[in-house]
C-alpha cells in the first residue's frame, strides 16, 4: 500500500497524500470515526457518509463477541452488514482485551480472557485475530500488539515490545499466507511501541519498517501520558518510518493534537472522543468546545457552529439541541455526533487543503490562535 | 375548518377527505406522530417528514414544563423551535395534569398540579392552555378537558362531562378573543367525552356541535376500555358530528384500530404506540408485529418488510437491527422508529388510496386476513 504524495509541507512534516483500496480513495491527512460495535454510535451509516468521513474504523474485539464472526461471515462481512460500503479498518483487539476484558493469561503466543459482558473465555493470537479481520474484511487489517499501560517501567516496555513484535512477525506471516474471503485486497499494518522511552520507540520503528507492512501505526500513546511525550515520541517515530507509507497515529485525538500531529507527519488518526464527547453535550466550534447543556444558550437559536455545513447546524438550534438534552431526548445524542464528526472531517480537509496550498504554517498559527481550549 | 369530501366510501363510514391549514394540507385520515418534548422520540423533524408524516402533535404538558413558553416565544413558535414546518396539533395538558403530574385539586375553573420532574407547582385552566397553545403556535389547538380514567362510576362520569363541557366552552370564548401570535391561523377542536356510556356520548357530540367547534375529538377511549367498547362509542359519535368537519379519535392506536375505525368515521388519530414499540423492539410488518430482537432474525438479512420503502428496510437488515438492540446501540431505536412511522403513514395512505377507488371493502377484508394480531 502506498501513500501516493499530493504535497510535502516545506515548513513542517506534514504531507497530503492519497491511499487506494477496493471501497475507494481515502485522502490523507485522515480523521477515522469508530464504529465500535458496528455503527458509530447514534448515527447511520448514511449519516456518517454524509459527514464527509471516508473510512470508518470497527473494532475487533467487540465485533468477535458481538455479533460474533458466524453472523458476519454471513452477512458477507462488516461493510455489508452495517451498509457501509467505503473503506474500512479494524484494530487487532489487542487494545480492548487489555483494557475492558479480563485478561487471564498472557503466553508468548497468546492471550486468554473474559468477555466483558457475560464472563465467558476466549483466547487472541496473532493467527486468531488475522481470521477474525478476514472475516469482518476490513480494507486495513492490524497486527496483533499488546498496548502497554501508562507509566510503565522501561525495561517491562522493552519485554512488552520485543513479543509485540514476535507478535506482529507472526500475525504478517499469518496474514500473508491467506487471502481475502470476500474478493476485495486487503492491507496490513505494524504498530510502533516503545511506551514514552525514545530508544524503544526507535528501535520499534525501525525492526517494523524492516518487515514490510502495508502501513504503520503508532501505538500506546495517548493512554495517559503528557502531550509532550507524544508528540515527542511521534515526532520521533515518523523520522525512521518510510515517506510512501501511512502512518497512523491510534486513538489520537483532541482537535490540537491533530492539528500538531499531522506537522509531525501522521496522515491517519482515529477516537472516540468526538462522538463520546458529543453524548456528553461537548460540541466542537472553530473557537473551541462549548458544553450545550449549560444555560447560557437556552435562548441562543443560532446553530452550533455559524460556518458549518452538517445536517445538525443547518436545520437546529444552539437552544433546541440543549433542550433536547435536558429533557433526554435521544435525537441529542445524534445531532451533536454528526456536528462533532462533522467539524472534525472540516478540520482534516481544511488542513489538507492548506497543505496542499503550502498555506499549513498559517493555517496551524491561525487555528491556535482562534481555538480556545 | 371544513374537511372538503374527496370520497364517501359506500361500504361504510369511511371518508377520504382534505382539511387545509396554514401551514400546508393535510389529506386524511391521517396519522399523527406524537412529538412529545419537542421532537417525535428517536427521530430529526427531518426523519418524520421522510416517513411520510403531514402533521405532528406536540404535548402541551410536557412543552409547557420543558423548555418552557418563554423560550419557544422567543424561538417564534414550535414550528420553528423544531424545525418542522408541516402542520402541528397540540393537545389541551389536560391528560398528561392527569396521568403524569401530582394532581393537588381541580376546581369548578382549574386545575392545580405538580411537575412529575421537579415537583414545582402549576395551574391549568381553559384559558393558561389555549395561551400556552398559542404560544407554542400549533396549527390546530384542543379544548382544554379532563380525560376520565376508566372504569368510571356513570354519575362521575356524567359530572366530569358537563364540567368538561363548562371548560370547552370557556377555552372556545377565550380562544376565539384572542389572536395567533405568528401570523397564521389556529384552528381549535372541542373534545368529546362521556367514556364508555352511550348516551353520555351522545349527549356530549350534540353539546359539543352546537358550540360549533373547527373539529371534533373523540377523547377518554384507548384508556383501558375493550376494543368493542371503543368502536361502540366512536361509532355512536360519528353518527351526531358534523359531517363537513374533521373527527379525532385522540391517543388510538394499534394498526387494526386504524383500520376499524376509519370505517367508523375517523379522519385522524394520533398515538405513542409506534414509536414506543419501536423503542422495545416490536416493529410492524404487513402480516404482523415482530420481535426484532429475538434469535430468530440473527442471519436474517432481509428487511423488516419486503415491501416497505423506508430509509430503514432500504439500508438495514433484521439481523443488523437486532444486533444492535442487543448490543444496546442508540441506532437502533432510531431505525425501528423511523421503519414503525413509515408503516403507519404506508397503511393511512393505502386506506386512503383504497376509500378513493371505492374498494376500502376489499382492503379492509384482506388487511384483516393477512395481519396477525
Redesign the interface.
Known amino acids: 500500500m502506498e501513500l501516493k504524495h499530493i504535497k510535502q509541507s516545506q515548513w513542517s512534516k506534514a504531507r497530503a497524500g492519497v491511499l487506494n483500496t477496493d471501497h475507494g480513495k481515502i485522502l490523507t491527512p485522515v480523521f477515522m470515526p469508530v464504529g465500535t460495535?458496528?455503527?458509530v454510535?447514534?448515527?447511520?451509516?448514511?449519516d456518517v457518509k454524509e459527514t464527509g468521513s471516508q473510512i470508518i474504523l470497527g473494532n475487533t474485539y467487540?465485533l468477535y463477541l458481538?455479533?460474533g464472526t458466524?453472523?458476519i461471515k454471513?452477512?458477507g462481512g462488516l461493510h455489508?452488514?452495517?451498509?457501509w460500503h467505503g473503506p474500512i479498518l479494524t484494530d487487532s483487539g489487542g487494545f480492548q482485551v487489555f483494557s475492558l476484558g479480563k485478561l487471564n493469561k498472557i503466553s508468548e503466543d497468546k492471550v486468554e480472557f473474559q468477555s466483558h459482558i457475560d464472563g465467558s473465555k476466549h483466547t487472541l493470537s496473532p493467527a486468531i485475530s488475522m481470521d477474525i479481520q478476514r472475516i469482518l474484511g476490513s480494507d486495513i487489517v492490524m497486527a496483533f500488539d499488546e498496548c502497554t499501560h501508562y507509566p510503565i517501567s522501561k525495561v517491562d516496555a522493552e519485554a512488552s515490545m520485543h513479543r509485540t513484535h514476535r507478535w506482529e512477525k507472526a500475525s504478517l506471516d499469518y496474514f500473508r499466507e491467506g487471502g481475502s474471503l470476500y474478493g476485495f485486497q486487503q492491507h496490513l499494518f505494524g504498530i510502533v511501541q516503545g511506551s514514552v522511552f525514545s530508544h524503544l520507540r526507535q528501535e520499534s520503528a525501525k525492526i517494523l519498517t524492516d518487515m514490510e507492512f502495508d502501513g504503520y501505526a503508532i501505538g500506546g500513546l495517548s493512554v495517559g501520558e503528557s502531550s509532550d511525550d507524544m508528540y515527542e515520541m511521534t515526532d520521533i517515530v515518523t523520522d525512521i518510518l518510510p515517506q510512501n507509507q501511512p502512518r497512523y497515529l491510534m486513538g489520537v485525538g483532541k482537535p490540537e493534537n491533530l492539528v500538531q500531529s499531522v506537522a509531525l507527519g501522521i496522515d491517519m488518526f482515529d477516537c472516540v472522543l468526538p462522538t463520546r464527547n458529543a453524548r456528553h453535550g461537548l460540541v466542537f466550534t472553530w473557537d473551541g468546545p462549548i458544553h450545550i447543556k449549560t444555560a447560557k444558550w437556552?435562548?441562543d437559536?443560532s446553530p452550533v457552529d455559524s460556518s458549518c455545513a452538517c445536517?445538525t447546524c443547518q436545520?437546529?438550534?444552539r437552544?433546541?439541541i440543549r433542550?433536547?438534552f435536558?429533557?433526554g431526548?435521544?435525537?441529542a445524542?445524534?445531532?451533536a455526533s454528526i456536528h462533532n464528526i462533522h467539524f472534525y472531517q472540516d478540520l482534516m480537509t481544511s488542513i489538507r487543503k492548506s497543505i496542499i496550498e503550502d498555506t499549513f504554517q498559517q493555517f496551524y498559527t491561525s487555528f491556535f490562535n482562534t481555538y480556545k481550549i
Open positions: 460495535v458496528g455503527s454510535k447514534a448515527m447511520s451509516s448514511q467487540h458481538r455479533p458466524d453472523i454471513s452477512a455489508e452488514f452495517m451498509n437556552k435562548e437559536f445536517s436545520n437546529y438550534s437552544a433546541y433542550h433536547l435536558k429533557a431526548e435521544i435525537l445524542l445524534r445531532l
